[in-house]
């Protein structure tokens, strides 16, 4: 139990980031490619943990199912930081919507879930990782923009 309790904490210091707002992109991109089940999640280094603990004389036993719930537990809480995020940046924009010289920036059709805006966002952030240092939320309305662009009237 006391080795469980360890490693927790080793979880809950390595995501430490997760607790507080999405500051930038980077964290953004982080967060989103959770969503779509690419996340970047080095296995090793909390195995590289738990084998120290053991080293150390720990006698209790930990499955590969635990870890890997643990890991997963992980992701899970980057995934919803993201979809929190982004529905956030939609209802703010439904309420009030973002615009520049008097037109709308942006028009997201109606039939994009949060899955597919999530993928979307990842896939632009990929190719303009040059953009991330910005925060969050102007990655997000740059990729958005580029994205879904308004019609012409």
């Given at each position: 139990?006391?080795f ?46 738990a ?44 309420l ?10 942006f ?47």
């Open positions: 139990m006391r469980i309790i360890k490693l927790l904490l080793c979880v809950g210091f390595a995501n430490v980031g997760l607790v507080h707002a999405i500051s930038d992109g980077h964290e953004l991109l982080e967060n989103c490619k959770a969503v779509e089940g690419i996340a970047q999640y080095k296995p090793e280094i909390i195995l590289g943990k084998r120290e603990l053991a080293a150390s004389g720990n006698k209790d036993d930990v499955t590969v199912g635990e870890l890997n719930e643990l890991l997963s537990s992980a992701e899970a809480l980057r995934a919803a930081s993201c979809v929190g995020f982004l529905s956030g940046f939609g209802g703010a924009n439904a009030s919507p973002l615009k520049h010289k008097g037109k709308q920036m028009c997201v059709p109606k039939e994009i879930t949060i899955n597919q805006m999530a993928a979307i966002s990842v896939k632009w952030m990929l190719e303009n990782e040059d953009k991330l240092q910005f925060k969050a939320y102007e990655v997000l309305a740059m990729s958005t923009i580029a994205n879904f662009p308004c019609p012409r009237t």
